[in-house]
């Protein structure tokens, strides 16, 4: 789900390099219509509306990384090509304006994030002596527009480069987020998968042990041969029962440590997490209900919203257990009460007598599980 916040922030750095763009549009165009001959007037445009039309290119790709690589490379040679093109064909357009000063001022500003650390200082020595040839063969002011094209530069990188700096800082926080939250599911997975090894290794060597046993007493004396085949299946169908209660969440948990556990990982993803537990222990059937809900809902506030905190709240009173997760961050697209996660969830509380509700409001998601004591206890 895109973040909104995420989206407003590009939306800025788009916006603050838009007026760098309407700059190098604007300035040059007013010396190149000062100029008498209507052919060079509109050659001149052309080529400043190509240079400004390659640098918009570059700047939205500066903040798109989503755009590959090639197209980054041609984007970076078409600004390279039009900028040439503007020397011959704009900079000597407006005698008393320093027509290519801006085209050089924006390429100064752009070449930080065109051609990278190494090459940004030597493409901006390039523009600023273009900018020094041009002004002389056309008798203009050297030092003044030398002046103009480096002080507008900077200020454009200092302004717009801010802004890129800090959309690609978001982007790599964002990245970290995600790279957390996949790291907490692949974790619980592993630790899922130990849990089942280790069922299922000590049942399953005890299996091949007693078949062992059986196959050996076979020939010798049937009747021992007739009770290992019955411990054998008497333990295998313990095993199955056993395998069924993993999978489906039914094993006895500890639910503090659980808990423990989630906000661990909330925090570790920069979520801050509160987290309130009944004073008294938790049966421990109903626990082993409630871990899915946990589980379920932290995944849902790690890769569905973008939350900065998140409270959780267990609440053991009159015969039944509440627990309420809320967190805020909640966009036009969080998962509702249908989807598929929270609906599967839903169903396997109804079995125990309990009920799962969501709600969104003002940018806050709220889930409520609930799950009657009576209706799990022997």
């Known amino acids: 789900m895109p973040d909104p916040r995420m989206r407003t922030a590009r939306m800025a750095t788009l916006a603050m390099l838009g007026m760098g763009v309407a700059t190098t549009l604007a300035m040059p165009a007013l010396g190149a219509l ?20 390659a640098q918009a290119c570059v700047l939205y790709s500066a903040v798109t990384p989503s755009l590959s690589k090639p197209l980054h490379r041609r984007f970076a040679v078409a600004f390279g090509v039009t900028a040439v093109l503007t020397v011959p064909l704009a900079g000597p357009l407006g005698k008393d304006w320093e027509t290519w000063a801006w085209i050089g001022a924006a390429v ?40 103009l094209a480096l002080s507008v530069g900077v200020t454009l990188i200092l302004g717009a480069g801010l ?94 440590a659980q808990l423990d556990a989630t906000r661990q990982v909330f925090e570790s993803s920069g979520v ?33 919203s973008r939350a900065a905190w998140c409270d959780i709240e267990i609440v053991q009173r009159e015969g039944e257990v509440r627990v309420t997760v809320t967190n805020d961050g909640a966009g036009a697209s969080e ?21 799962l509700s969501t709600e969104a409001v003002d940018g806050l998601f709220t889930l409520r599980a609930v799950l009657p004591v009576r209706a799990v206890q022997p």
């Not at 008498?36 to 039309?53: D, E, K």
């Not at 379920?296 to 790690?302: M, W």
């Open 34 to 53: 000062s100029e008498p001959n209507t052919a060079r007037i509109a050659a001149g445009l052309v080529s400043i509306g190509a240079f400004t039309t």
């Open 108 to 147: 100064i500003a752009t070449a930080p994030l065109l051609a990278g650390r190494r090459l940004a200082v030597p493409v901006m020595a390039a523009a600023l002596a273009t900018v020094a040839g041009v002004a002389w063969s056309t008798g203009g002011d050297v030092v003044h527009q030398v002046v």
């Open 163 to 256: 802004h890129v700096w800090l959309w690609n800082l978001l982007l790599e926080a964002e990245a970290g987020r995600a790279a957390q939250a996949r790291l907490a599911a692949a974790e619980e997975r592993l630790r899922f998968a130990r849990d089942v090894h280790d069922l299922l290794g000590h049942d399953l060597s005890v299996l091949a042990l007693k078949a062992e046993l059986a196959e050996r007493l076979g020939p010798v004396s049937p009747e021992r041969a007739a009770q290992e085949v019955a411990e054998l299946r008497r333990l295998a169908a313990s095993a199955l029962d056993d395998l069924r209660r993993t999978v489906h969440g039914y094993r006895e948990v500890d639910l503090r």
């Open 272 to 304: 801050r997490c509160t987290v309130t537990s009944p004073e008294e222990d938790v049966p421990p059937e109903v626990a082993a209900r409630l871990v899915p809900v946990l589980r379920e809902a932290s995944t849902n506030v790690l890769r569905h």
């Open 335 to 355: 998962p509702d009460r249908h989807s598929s996660g929270l609906h599967g969830l839903a169903e396997r509380l109804a079995e125990g007598g309990g009920g």
